[in-house]
């Protein structure tokens, strides 16, 4: 067995437990982390992932070592665009904040099994097939120029395809019932949220890697190191979803980075099938000389360059908007009480989204609670941060209102012990 070999099977072993911990951590202290705690958290992830790239290069494999680090940085990057979508997903199923950090958990655990799949048939097919790079590098292509000048992505605003079989199929509930996926009413069960938010997160996931695992072909093919990328850019986003909060939704020039380096790696895929062509209708069935070849760093580059310069940009544009509003808050962690441009208090959700008060906090028909501000935007009280409702709630409804509110919830089912701590 090779020192490389080794060093797969030991890798491979210490992040297994390393997220069986950090799976334990969730599942016995359910909380809302902190920005300290999610900020450690995102500090560790990133640290673990450079001493994987530094015992690469100290076992001599230098080559290695670079093709991990761009891998690394161009999945990471690519999985922003997750952050997004698990913010859409958790409000829609209104997941309450102590129980988030363990549904993305749970998710992003599903992600990576389905992950590690699609690794092992894509790698065989490209070793076999290299022209399938010239669909996939056209594909790239495609996405980016959809994700710059196109609408909005809807991800995640809408149940996905397995979602949607489960609910023709099986009892659903909107009812939660703490971490656990079923309950049983009147002799029934029924399928909670807390099952359908988590195979919404690891399926949907499954959709962004048809565009950054067949991206990360173009930096390596080898299975272990295509995994471990992978991995290790999957395993800081619960935390770094924590730490960004609302801020995610103002980089408004993010979306021109991402593009950027999915439309470079597209070019690369194309040139990497030119330079290995075997198909008879394209030179003859021979391999083009003349094809220029991008190393791994001008692709690490690219990487680091449009990412940077995408968050600079968005980072001026908020620094101005700023100036000419009076808000300059940048929403990072759970949302806050602020005093707004027009001299009104507001409150803005986890997307960044502001709502104007006074509120109110209603309890809908199917048991949840929705905030409803002043112009009547409706969002789940999960979406706000619990001490800021609760004392808007507090500040801005009338006493006898909010007195029925509270009988409302009491007298309401499972919903009586998150109610009560929301308003």
Known sequence: MTPYQIFEIVSMALLVAVLIFDLLIVVKRPHVPSMKEATAWVVFYVTLALVFAGVLLLMGDAKHAGEFVTGWLLEYSLSIDNLFVFIIILSRFAVPKEMQQRVLMIGILIAIVLRGIFIVVGVQLVEQLSWLFYIFGAYLVFVAWKQAFGKEDES??????????????????????????????????????????????????????????????????????????????????????????????????????????????????????????ELPFINGGQPIEWVPHIET?????????????????????????????????????????????????????????????????????????????????????????????????????????????????REGREFDERGERNV
């Open 156 to 277: 995640g605003e809408q149940d996905n395809l397995v979602v949607r079989l489960l609910k023709k199929r099986v009892n659903v509930t909107d009812t939660w019932n703490g971490g656990k996926a079923t309950i049983t009413t009147e002799g029934v069960k029924y399928f909670t949220p807390f099952l359908m938010v988590i195979i919404a997160l690891g399926t949907t996931d499954l959709l962004f890697a048809i565009d950054s695992i067949p991206a990360i072909f173009s930096v390596t093919t080898d299975p272990f190191l295509v995994f471990a990328c992978n991995i290790f850019a999957l395993m800081g986003l619960r935390q770094l979803y924590f730490l960004l909060g609302g801020l995610l939704d103002r980089l408004v020039y993010l979306h021109y980075g991402i593009a950027a380096i999915l439309g470079f790696i597209g070019v690369k895929l194309v040139l990497h099938a030119m330079e290995a062509n």
């Open 297 to 409: 760093w001008h692709s690490l580059l690219v990487i680091l360059v449009s990412m940077v310069v995408s968050v600079v940009a968005s980072l001026i544009k908020l620094r101005i908007d700023a100036k000419q509003t009076g808000d300059a808050s940048l929403h990072l962690g759970p949302s806050e009480a602020e005093l707004g441009a027009d001299g009104h208090y507001h409150i803005v959700d986890a997307m960044g989204t502001t709502f104007y008060r006074p509120l109110r906090v209603e309890h809908t028909e199917t048991g949840t609670l929705q905030v409803v501000d002043a112009k009547g935007k409706e969002a789940p009280v999960a979406d706000f941060s619990e001490d800021v409702v609760r004392e808007a709630a507090r500040e801005d409804m009338e006493p006898e209102d909010l007195d029925e509110l509270r009988r409302r919830i």
